[in-house]
């Protein structure tokens, strides 16, 4: 393969606390050289194109500083106040600023301008996620003619709810500047190719792997992030994670344990969850006393006031129920606002009867895996998932909801916790297959391996000449 240029908004290096997708690409990056380009999370009074460069486990990375206006609109606003809720299907909580739009191409030019003196001839670039779909356009209009890949780690919203963003259609234009674009799931595909062809007038080949539009072809796949199962699995037979075990399960007193691990964010279902377990606790009195659910919320994203709220909401509902049900020695929720080790997180997983992954949408969902690969196979637990999550698609034999209904939830939980050794074992012999054959690492072979066979039969390097400069208002 040849040596690769990963862009994405943060550059996250290895260290303890990474997850296995930043691992995996710094493996990527080591095996076959090349740098991570990002943001660095600072901030500087002017930008002036300043790189800083770092080596982290032998992997060059170069990140850069952004001014407070940029990370006003294109952070706080446009990826996370716009683009964000949007994508996760809701519309109710995107906010359409202008000052948002222009602050995003503005910083995706800056990344382009910046970036550029570091392409080779021969790299392949891959670009990463929501906060820079146009990159590939900048990047063209720059003159650069070398393979770029994109990926988009959430989900890819149907069509009418895209159409409420005042730029959609020249966003969706500028992604023709790609080679190759890849989704999670074959859904996410296909909602982008219903786009393609009914707003755009673009043709979709009969296999669906290419898109037309105009004398531009992007290739497209469906492949599904995983996870490092085996780092994973190892990490909850660590010492800390046995610890992490011991201490779980006697603070549950013999109780099941129901586990949550999610950032803090309204996609994830976090209220829903509660309401659920609320109504099982109602519904099954003679189950009270015998579960605790463990929830770990850590909060992101704290400038936004969408996520104040469900800080606040979530609070609120977790003192509710724990008033209504507490007794002595038992309290039905226990509700922690805290980041962990890996390692610990594993130990978590292990101790835990059930796992609750249950997000109103999701580009895939890395905990479901996680859970998944942390468990004894001796006496695995059982993972409740939402339909809505990417990692539906290859988890049927969880115990598939409706995030949105507290009925099904409750129904879930109770099936969840009476549900006998044998019938778990061969739910979780069959997740934890295919959470160890589609691993990160197969991921990341998909994708660069598709993306180096771009072009390939091409007699001359792809050359885009970007119709729709501009219409993005930057005003
Ligand atoms: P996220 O929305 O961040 O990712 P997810 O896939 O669940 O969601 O990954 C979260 C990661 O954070 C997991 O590795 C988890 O272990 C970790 N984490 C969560 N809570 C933690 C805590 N309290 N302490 C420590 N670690 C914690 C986006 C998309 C997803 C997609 C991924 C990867 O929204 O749908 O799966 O990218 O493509």
């Given at each position: 393969m040849s040596r690769l240029i990963v862009i994405s908004n943060r550059v996250s290096a290895g260290g303890g606390a990474a997850g296995g997708l930043a691992v995996a690409l710094m493996a990527a990056l080591r095996e076959n050289g090349g740098i991570w380009f990002g943001w660095s999370g600072g901030r500087t009074d002017q930008f002036t194109g300043h790189i800083n460069f770092h080596i982290e486990d032998d992997v060059r990375t170069a990140t850069i500083d952004l001014e407070d206006?940029?990370?006003?609109?294109?952070y706080n606003g446009y990826a996370n106040r716009t683009l964000w809720p949007l994508f996760h299907y809701r519309i109710d909580l995107a906010e359409y600023e202008r000052s948002f739009a222009g602050g995003y191409r503005r910083v995706n030019e800056r990344f382009a301008e910046t970036v550029l003196p570091l392409i080779e001839a021969e790299d392949s670039v891959w670009v990463q996620d929501y906060h820079?779909?146009?990159?590939?356009?900048?990047?063209?209009?720059?003159?650069?003619?070398?393979?770029i890949g994109f990926f988009l780690h959430i989900p890819w919203p149907p069509r009418k709810l895209l159409m409420t963003l005042p730029e959609a259609r020249e966003m969706v234009e500028m992604l023709f500047a790609y080679d190759l674009m890849g989704f999670h799931t074959q859904e996410?595909?296909?909602?982008?190719?219903?786009?393609?062809r009914e707003e755009?007038?673009?043709?979709?080949?009969?296999?669906?792997?290419?898109?037309?539009?105009g004398d531009r072809t992007l290739k497209l796949i469906a492949c599904p992030v995983g996870i490092d199962a085996r780092e994973f699995a190892d990490l909850a037979a660590s010492g800390t994670a046995r610890t992490t075990f011991r201490r779980v399960k006697d603070s549950a007193v013999g109780r099941a344990l129901m586990v949550g691990v999610d950032r803090l964010d309204y996609s994830k279902g976090l209220e829903e969850r509660f309401l659920g377990y609320e109504r099982f606790l109602t519904e099954h009195p003679e189950e009270r006393k015998e579960v605790v659910l463990l929830q770990i919320a850590p909060p992101s994203r704290g400038a936004v006031e969408s996520y104040q709220r469900i800080r606040t909401t979530l609070e609120g509902l977790a003192g509710r129920i724990n008033g209504a049900y507490a007794g002595l020695d038992w309290v039905p929720i226990r509700y922690v606002n805290q980041a962990y080790a890996r390692d610990m997180l594993a130990g978590v997983y292990r101790a835990s009867r059930i796992g609750l992954v249950t997000p109103l949408m999701d580009g895939m969902n890395l905990v479901a895996k996680e859970y998944i690969a942390a468990q004894d196979p001796a006496d695995p637990g059982v993972l409740i998932l939402s339909r809505f999550a990417g990692a539906a698609s290859q988890m049927k034999e969880a115990i598939l909801v409706n995030p949105h209904s507290a009925e099904e939830l409750s129904d879930a939980m109770l099936q969840a916790l009476v549900m006998p050794l044998e019938e778990r074992k061969r739910r979780w012999t069959i997740m934890m297959e295919d959470v160890q054959k589609r691993d990160v690492m197969w991921w990341l072979n998909e994708f660069t391996t598709a993306l180096d066979a771009c072009g390939r039969d091409e007699p001359s390097p792809k050359v885009v000449a970007l119709p729709t400069k501009g219409a993005v208002k930057t005003s």
């Open positions: 206006q940029d990370i006003e609109e294109y820079m779909l146009p990159l590939g356009a900048d990047l063209r209009e720059r003159g650069v003619t070398n393979r996410w595909l296909d909602s982008f190719c219903d786009f393609v755009l007038g673009g043709t979709i080949s009969d296999d669906g792997t290419t898109a037309t539009l």
